[in-house]
């Protein structure tokens, strides 16, 4: 066993285009901006699609005081940074089991990173927020990063190099504009920022990790034209809690199933997408990656709009 390894997290950012529907997950600080073709100037704006948990966030910081009314020193100030316990800037993360569990939080961990009081509920959480976002023909790109890229650029100004040059090589592009911004801060040049060793390099700047994903408009047009309650209604009752339980129903027998595309046929009016088992095993996949309590309340109030826009 290497007991070190309850002091390892990560964050986790995720998105899945469906139906013409974009769902975003997000643990941590990396963050998900859309470009998008604005109709009227011709020009691409940049929109945020995902919340991140930092608490150099004032909001996070009154989250975290809210879930822990009883802990006066929930977030620290500590060498200027706001810091979770003085320890860690993020309130949610993949792994970091010794802010999450007490048995992980002791000896042989390292001492820094052992809390002089024993904890009995979570410090931090796994639980991602979700955002949901039906996609237009003129939402050109995705870009996906990690906050290294976003202590450096701004989300207008990564969307503007995206945008400004060609599409091959965008994510190398933005992953060298900010290493040359950080070498600025530091008045150094950029080869020599590149010379030095990782391990160190990290003094001078966070580790960088980028995806750019391009939107067809074409097919973009095509979802959003012939986009319906289906995606949400079936999301819905997939999510609907058990009677017995109060817990989502994982809706696995071919009855379950039938029943969902049943009631997406009557919201229809006719077959349409939604036709097969295997449609609503693939809705399963994706629902299984985002959270009940987060995700249920606003497909209701969607499949509910969408019910009222059919009749």
Not at 148 to 161: P, R, T, Y
Not at 224 to 246: K, N
Request: charged share 25%; hydrophobic share 40%.
């Amino acid at each position: 066993m290497k007991p070190q390894i309850a002091a390892i997290g990560s964050c986790c950012l995720v998105g899945v285009i469906c139906g013409g529907t974009l769902y975003i997950a997000n643990v941590g600080d990396s963050r998900a901006v859309l470009g998008r073709v604005m109709k009227a100037t011709g020009e691409v704006l940049a929109i945020q699609l995902s919340s991140e948990h930092n608490v150099a966030i004032e909001s996070v910081r009154q989250e975290m005081h809210s879930l822990h009314p009883d802990d006066s020193h929930i977030v620290v100030l500590k060498h200027n940074v706001w810091r979770v316990k003085g320890i860690i800037q993020l309130s949610r993360s993949i792994g970091d089991i010794y802010l999450k569990k007490a048995e992980f939080n002791r000896e042989p961990l390292y001492a820094k990173f052992r809390l002089r009081e024993p904890f009995k509920r979570p410090i931090l959480s796994s639980e991602p927020s979700i955002s949901v976002l039906d996609l237009q023909p003129h939402d050109r790109f995705i870009i996906f990063a990690s906050d290294g890229l976003w202590e450096h650029l701004s989300n207008q100004e990564a969307v503007d190099i995206v945008q400004n040059h060609p599409r091959s090589g965008s994510a190398r592009r933005l992953v060298k504009t900010a290493v040359q911004e950080a070498a600025k801060k530091r008045d150094m040049k950029y080869s020599d920022l590149k010379k030095i060793e990782r391990g160190v390099r990290r003094h001078f700047h966070d580790d960088i990790t980028v995806i750019v994903v391009f939107l067809d408009s074409n097919l973009v047009s095509r979802a959003s034209s012939a986009r319906s309650p289906p995606a949400h209604v079936i999301l819905y009752l997939l999510l609907s809690p058990s009677e017995s339980s109060g817990e989502p129903s994982a809706c696995k027998s071919k009855r379950d199933k039938g029943r969902a595309l049943g009631f997406v046929n009557h919201m229809e009016g006719q077959p349409r997408k939604w036709k097969s088992l295997h449609d609503v095993d693939c809705i399963l996949h994706l629902v299984g990656a985002m959270t009940y309590e987060k995700l249920a309340p606003r497909l209701e109030a969607r499949s509910q709009s969408n019910v009222g826009s059919t009749t």
